[in-house]
């Protein structure tokens, strides 16, 4: 599996092309497992909203539909700042997997360079 630089790309920490085509935003799940949940829930009120299920998500912003605690700039430098205790569902994807792939050509990161390695 090819390895991939995560601090100079972020692509997964947004909002996929297929959310962003049906109106989805809840993205990021946070479940009631969670180190979030059960233990930074002061943290998670500021950073996250509940769906009409109850379930709590990260919030997304800007164009780019970018998650909360995402800081920098995509593709170039970027940081997760609350990394400790991100949710599972971001601890899943591995660099160079399906998603991180998919990802990554849909914010067109790398693309220039060939899908810069690590
Ligand atoms: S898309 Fe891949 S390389 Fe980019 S941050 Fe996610 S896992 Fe890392
Ligand atoms: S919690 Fe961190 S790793 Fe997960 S999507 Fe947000 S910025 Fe990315």
Redesign the pocket.
Known sequence: MRR????S?????CNTERNRSIGNRAYIEVTRSERLYRLHREQLRGLGFRDERGLWHLRLVGEEQRCIALDGQIGVR?ACTIYPQRPGGCKK?????D???E??RS?R?GLAAGLRKQ
């Open positions: 991939f630089d995560c601090q790309c972020g692509a997964c920490c970027v994807v591995q660099p160079g997997d998603e991180c792939m990802a990554r914010k990161v």
